[in-house]
């Protein structure tokens, strides 16, 4: 360690390392490029323990390397700010709580019996204007503009809303779960302030904006863009299981690089948003996922990331990443959105449920971009920082919205993300094991006819 420490004295890019080291990315950079320089001096060392072998050798030896020392006592401070607000990040998110903490907050939301109707309002095929002004700007543009190339559905048509039609109309500030009348079970909740957390708010926006800045967006004749994270079926007529690929541009090596950056940081999001899920939603929601994944064997949207230096998935707040190693991973598949509607429709899904959070929005419900539960004629008021869970077999949509600014000079904005699975993606995954149990098959038996004696 002493001839480590001496070439760090004199490399202040090594200590710069070093020194923020707390955070598992720099520490990732200083323990290869610490690994490196010990190989060139003839002392390789194991890479995983580096970091704290060295740590262990500067308290044995704090006046060996004065620069090193300072650089030490740095990274020892920056530790105990990284536990301090990895703790208080653990608390205000509920990780700590029990199966009957969970039950005891869930028992508090109100609930709304709803009457499953069979003729669903919004309609089927209906772009939802809440009022004449924002149906006097979309009309023209749904009965006549030009529609992309990979269009593969009819023309939506605008319908100004009737909210006399509506069974409930949940305001802006209103945490509901709605319960079928008849079956009992679920049918959608919404939940404000899902995640309380400011700062962990604008990481996620960062990313979030990151995606919009530099991916391809699906579903080009809706309006707003909507993009595709973690694994995905490729091409419709030709499944494929795969990494979302969509970056605008990967002809160079430092794209490919991005490309890893960003799937890192976007999985980790998602499975920030799933453990949140898995505290604070009832649980015959949750389990509807979970038995789900279990029966499909389906991956997590993975971080690639498992061992010791760099954790399953980090939250970076205030300049400090907050590993966390014991969580769950996001479900496989998902997409952000930004200013994204749809009329109301229906969508295949091998499990119950799809969740959502709107981590931006900009102006109140009254400009439109708001859900419906059209089976049970439900209108949901959009809010920022907004938690909903949905049935997709079931008819329901965004509703379009309002173009103009507000009283206070405000567009319409809104961001978020949702977990979603697709049918193909299913098929595709089962497809691939099927590949490879027949892969292994034959490997076996090569080796098998190659292990047999010639007599």
Not at 121 to 136: L, T
Not at 175 to 184: A, L, P, Q
Not at 309 to 333: K, N
Request: charge should be neutral; proline fraction near 6%; include cysteine.
């Amino acid at each position: 360690m002493d001839r480590l420490a001496g070439h760090m004295a004199a490399n202040r890019h090594l200590l710069q390392l070093f020194a923020t080291g707390y955070n598992p990315s720099q520490q990732a950079l200083f323990v290869k490029e610490s690994t490196e320089l010990l190989v060139d001096i003839g002392q390789p060392h194991s890479s995983p323990e580096l970091c704290s072998d060295l740590c262990a050798w500067i308290a044995k030896h704090p006046q060996a390397h004065e620069q090193v020392t300072i650089a030490w006592e740095a990274f020892r401070e920056g530790k105990k700010r990284q536990r301090a607000l990895h703790n208080r990040l653990v608390t205000d998110l509920n990780f700590r709580q029990t199966k009957e903490a969970l039950a005891h907050r869930v028992a508090q939301i109100p609930v709304v019996w709803v009457t499953k109707s069979t003729d669903p309002y919004p309609p089927i095929g209906s772009a939802v204007c809440e009022n004449q002004k924002i149906h006097d700007q979309w009309k023209d543009h749904l009965e006549s503009g030009p529609q992309p190339d990979d269009a593969r559905r009819p023309r939506a048509l605008p319908l100004l809303l009737d909210f006399n039609k509506l069974q409930y109309n949940a305001g802006p500030t209103e945490d509901v779960i709605f319960r079928d009348k008849e079956t009992g079970e679920i049918v959608g909740l919404v939940m404000r302030n899902f995640i309380p957390h400011e700062m962990v708010r604008s990481w996620a926006a960062d990313i979030i904006r990151e995606a919009m800045a530099s991916k391809k967006g699906v579903r080009h004749e809706d309006t707003g863009t909507l993009v595709l994270e973690g694994y995905c079926s490729r091409a419709r007529n030709k499944p494929i299981f795969g990494w979302a690929y969509n970056l605008e541009r990967l002809s160079l090596p430092s794209h490919h690089d991005q490309h890893q950056l960003s799937k890192y940081r976007s999985s980790s999001l998602f499975a920030l948003f799933w453990n949140c899920l898995l505290k604070k939603l009832p649980l015959e929601v949750m389990e509807d996922m979970n038995e789900f994944l279990k029966t499909s064997t389906l991956p997590g949207m993975d971080t690639s990331t498992t061992g010791k230096v760099l954790p399953r998935y980090t939250i970076t707040i205030d300049g400090i990443e907050l590993g966390f190693q014991g969580g769950q991973l996001a479900p496989p598949s998902g997409a952000f959105r930004e200013n994204y509607s749809q009329e109301i429709h229906t969508e295949s899904s091998p499990h119950r449920y799809v969740y959502s959070w709107n981590n931006q929005r900009s102006v109140p419900d009254s400009h439109g971009g708001n859900f419906f539960f059209a089976r049970h004629a439900v209108r949901i008021a959009a809010s920022e920082n907004m938690c909903l869970v949905h049935e997709p077999r079931q008819p329901h949509g965004t509703g379009l919205p309002d173009r103009g600014k507000d009283k206070e000079g405000r567009l319409f904005f809104t961001r978020g993300l949702t977990i979603f699975t697709s049918g193909p993606l299913e098929k595709s995954w089962r497809d691939l094991q099927e590949k490879k149990a027949t892969m292994e098959e034959i490997q076996k038996k090569m080796e098998e006819t190659d292990n047999v004696e010639v007599h």
